[in-house]
Structure formats: C-alpha cells, structure tokens
T-cell receptor, first 114, second 113 residues
Framework: GAVVSQHPSRVICKSGTSVKIECRSL??????MFWYRQFPKKSLMLMAT?????????EQGVEKDKFLINHASLTLSTLTVTSAHPEDSSFYICSASPYTYEQYFGPGTRLTVT | AQTVTQSQPEMSVQEAETVTLSCTYD???????LFWYKQPPSRQMILVIRQEAYKQQNATENRFSVNFQKAAKSFSLKISDSQLGDAAMYFCAYRQGTYKYIFGTGTRLKVLA
C-alpha cells in the first residue's frame, strides 16, 4: 500500500513553454501533498505544501506564479512550471500524506528545459 | 528555525560490516518525529526507519537501528551486516508539527565487496 505515482517520469521542453507534472496517491486519500525540488547530488528542497481544495503554501523564495500547484482532489496534485527556462531543469519529487505523520514519495520527474 | 545536519558527505563500509551515519538537528519543540530515508540511484525515496521523539526506546527495523539522543539532539543510523543493496544516499529528516519535513544534506554510502 501507500503508493504514489508521478507522470511523466521524464520530460523535455523548450524554453518558454509550460509543462505539467502530475502526482497521484493510488491507494489512499492524501489530505496534504508536497512538492520538492532536488538538484544533482543535493538534498530535497521543499517548494510548496498543498491541501485539497485550498491554495498551496509556498516556501520562501519559490515563485508562486512560476510554479503553479493545484490540489483538485484527495488523490491528485499537479505542478505546472510556466514559461520554463533552462535553470528550471531539475528533478521534481512529490509526496503525499494521509491522516498520519508519514509522507509517501513519488518516483520523481526529471525536467530538462532546452 | 529547525535545521538538520549530516556531517558526513560520504561513508564507505565493507560488505557484512557495520556502519553508523550521523545526524544532528536543532529544534525547540518537544514533540516531533525523525526519519531516515534511503535514495538509491533510481531516485525513489524509501523510508528506512522512523522515531517518535516521545519514545525513549530506539527504533529498529531488521538490520537498521537508530541511536536517538534527545537531549543531545542526535539521531544516528546504524546499518548492520551491510549489503551491496544498501549503497545509496541516506537522508535524515525532521518532521515539524504540520507534516512539513526538513531534510539533511545527505550521506552517500558506498558498500565495498
């Protein structure tokens, strides 16, 4: 149990375009979902926390207009990188949390902006 | 602000031997959770072990155990009988009251055959 999926696993997009990443909890309802960014050989940096049906809470320094987060249901959250640039290239990981203290992580999405 | 520090960027261990990964944290809270996560080359984060701060007993999961020293704010991970499959990045994490996790910088573990 407690499986989280992400789609796509890899995406390449051109500079200036937008790309959407989906995060789904497959066998549980996620009251809270989290989006992380991980640079090569670095730790996970929390970008934002989203609760179903409400606006996401962004961490300091994260542009909310650039990284749009939607948590439309208890099993789905999306991260849209708008007007992507090469510096947005990174590994993005989502996690989902049910009514417990634990987070279950997705397998991540590698974004490359050319 | 809470912080999590992993002072060992890289560690090596011989197969079948024991290795300890260090983690310290800073918090003014008394009730919290601590975790160790493993991230293999696939990049999938895998929960290794968790510890509730209110529990004095150290958590254990098969070959993995922790040494939780609450007063010292230390949370080390001991891996016994190391296996080749244990090679990965290991992250220590602290959970604040609202589910938010703070991760350490990670320790890369190499297992030598």
């Amino acid at each position: 149990g407690a499986v989280v999926s992400q789609h796509p696993s890899r995406v390449i997009c051109k500079s200036g375009t937008s790309v959407k990443i989906e995060c789904r909890s497959l066998d549980f309802q996620a009251t809270t979902m989290f989006w992380y960014r991980q640079f090569p050989k670095k730790s996970l940096m929390l970008m934002a926390t989203s609760n179903e049906g409400s606006k996401a809470t962004y961490e300091q320094g994260v542009e909310k207009d650039k990284f749009l987060i939607n948590h439309a249901s208890l099993t789905l959250s999306t991260l849209t990188v708008t007007s992507a640039h090469p510096e947005d290239s990174s590994f993005y990981i989502c996690s989902a949390s049910p009514y417990t203290y634990e987070q279950y992580f997705g397998p991540g999405t590698r974004l490359t902006v050319t | 602000a809470q912080t999590v520090t992993q002072s060992q960027p890289e560690m090596s261990v011989q197969e079948a031997e024991t290795v300890t990964l260090s983690c310290t944290y800073d918090t003014s809270e008394s009730d919290y959770y601590l975790f160790w996560y493993k991230q293999p080359p696939s990049r999938q984060m895998i929960l290794v072990i968790r510890q509730e701060a209110y529990k004095q007993q150290n958590a254990t999961e098969n070959r993995f155990s922790v040494n939780f020293q609450k007063a010292a704010k230390s949370f080390s991970l001991k891996i016994s009988d190391s296996q080749l499959g244990d090679a990965a990045m290991y992250f220590c994490a602290y959970r604040q009251g609202t589910y938010k996790y703070i991760f350490g910088t990670g320790t890369r573990l190499k297992v030598l055959a």
